[in-house]
């Protein structure tokens, strides 16, 4: 059995590339989603004491005080909602027998880059750049005063974010890829479709929750 | 040990075994034979065939044993199965005990 070990041929390259932007390659079913819910966990207690709510699969912003359950169901909510429309959409496409646990595992693992973004969105000089944008949009906000540290910790986190935001999407895709076996413009497609309606789906449950506070 | 070439070099159209000898008293059999079908994949896709029969067809073995996670190697498998499905022609499905 060494023999199949050893031979490299056989083998992925395990590179660090492989690791950041593949790593269901290595990792999937029930190890992917153990990862993926403490990541989920992580993400939603960082978020929980800066106010930064993952309200919608691919959102993050500044927003109000809530308790903790609600981070949690925010980052719960962004899972199963694109998860289920991949899994329905591998069921229909892939000719490969799928697993469940491969596709939500792999979903759940393809979050990390929001822990990252929800400590970028941790100081306080966000939600005052925020409060301020809002206060010179609209004459209706209070009064509010930033200086110049404010703004870069602001524009940093914001270019972290994006940047944060495109990787977890790779991701995402690379997920489906691997856990429902589907290429090319099938894969492309659906994968697309399921995105977009997991947004609006995830967008209005949440706000649905926000409703209840 | 030389690998056993399938695809003819000019055209790459699927080789034929000519000559067989036996390498104990050197007899040599003359024909035209059809090479089976798993002699013409890759000696990859040969060598992870084995190691999935000596798994006894277990797909989470092989991902253990691998390091790998069990979708890659479902979709290794599947790859395989595609190939051999375009590699089998029309008069070798009517003899599938060469496999």
């Known amino acids: 059995m060494n023999e199949i070990v050893n031979n490299t041929k056989t083998l992925p390259r395990r590179s660090i590339s492989q690791w950041l932007f593949n790593p269901f390659i290595f990792v999937a079913g029930y190890q992917a989603l153990l990862l993926g819910l403490g990541i989920m966990l992580i993400s939603a207690f960082i978020g929980f004491l800066g106010n930064t709510h993952f309200d ?40 490969s027998s799928l697993r469940m646990i491969d596709v939500f595992g792999t979903q759940a693992l393809a979050r990390w ?54 990787w977890m999407v790779a991701l995402m895709y690379r997920a489906y890829v691997v856990s429902c076996n589907i290429k090319g413009a099938r894969a492309i497609v659906t994968f697309i479709v399921s995105l977009i309606g997991a947004e609006v789906l995830s967008k209005l449950s949440i706000l649905l929750l926000f409703q209840r506070l | 040990m030389k690998l056993l070439p399938t695809a003819c070099p000019a055209c790459n159209s699927q080789l034929k075994a000519k000559s067989l000898i036996c390498a104990h008293c050197n007899t040599e059999i003359q024909g035209e034979y059809e090479l089976p079908v798993l002699t013409r994949l890759s000696p990859e896709d040969q060598s992870f065939i084995l190691e999935f029969i000596k798994s006894s067809g277990s797909l989470k073995e092989m991902a253990r044993l691998l390091r790998l996670s069990y979708p890659t190697v479902r979709n290794r498998l599947d790859e395989i199965i595609e190939r051999l499905k375009k590699t089998e022609s029309p008069e070798e499905n009517n003899g599938k005990e060469n496999l």
């Open chain 1, 56 to 95: 919608g699969v691919l959102d993050v912003h500044k927003g109000l005080e809530a308790p903790l359950w609600l981070f949690l169901a925010e980052g719960i909510i962004d899972w199963l909602t694109i998860a289920m429309p991949l899994f329905f959409f591998g069921l229909l496409v892939s000719s």
């Open chain 1, 113 to 166: 880059p929001y822990i990252v973004t929800s400590v970028v969105m941790l100081p306080e000089a966000n939600q005052r750049v925020g409060a301020y944008i809002i206060f010179r949009l609209t004459s209706t906000a209070a009064s509010v005063t930033i200086d110049y540290m404010d703004m870069l910790i602001f524009i940093f986190a914001i270019i972290v974010g994006i940047f944060m935001s495109v």
